[in-house]
């Protein structure tokens, strides 16, 4: 997983600004019948994000913050959770062009939240 956040790092040079993507109210889904429980969203949250290289911190019950250092570029997500929906939103971010008045970012943050996103619907799905 490293190798594809490595590849998408090269290919940060030459691509343009796009809206910045963000995950809303994505369902929880695990693989059994049985209720999830909120720590197992949550471990299943950090492992994801850790297995891609963010580093995962939790802020509180229900959030935790991720963020990804490439080289000189950074990029920092709130993950809110529940046991039944997530969501990942966009905090802040250096060296990524990001345009506030635009809702604009460098394109490669959206694949890098885009990866983010179905690494954790792999670990819920493992639950």
């Given at each position: 997983?490293?190798?594809?956040?490595?590849?998408?790092?090269?290919?940060?040079?030459?691509?343009?600004?796009?809206?910045?993507?963000?995950?809303?109210?994505?369902?929880?889904?695990?693989?059994?019948?049985?209720?999830?429980?909120?720590?197992?969203?949550?471990?299943?949250?950090?492992?994801?994000?850790g297995g891609l290289g963010w580093v995962m911190k939790k802020v509180k019950d229900g959030q935790i913050q991720g963020t990804l250092t490439l080289r000189t570029h950074v990029a920092i997500v709130s993950i809110k959770y529940n046991t039944k929906?997530?969501?990942?939103?966009?905090?802040?971010?250096?060296?990524?062009?990001?345009?506030?008045?635009?809702?604009?970012?460098?394109?490669?943050?959206?694949?890098?939240?885009?990866?983010?996103?179905?690494?954790?619907?792999?670990?819920?799905?493992?639950?």
């Amino acid at each position: 997983m490293l190798a594809i956040v490595a590849g998408l790092s090269m290919m940060f040079f030459g691509c343009g600004a796009a809206q910045i993507y963000n995950v809303n109210n994505n369902a929880i889904e695990g693989a059994s019948d049985t209720q999830v429980s909120s720590s197992d969203v949550e471990k299943a949250i950090l492992r994801a994000g850790g297995g891609l290289g963010w580093v995962m911190k939790k802020v509180k019950d229900g959030q935790i913050q991720g963020t990804l250092t490439l080289r000189t570029h950074v990029a920092i997500v709130s993950i809110k959770y529940n046991t039944k929906e997530y969501s990942i939103n966009y905090v802040d971010s250096t060296n990524l062009d990001y345009n506030a008045a635009a809702n604009t970012i460098h394109s490669n943050y959206n694949g890098w939240v885009q990866n983010l996103n179905r690494a954790i619907q792999v670990q819920i799905g493992l639950i």
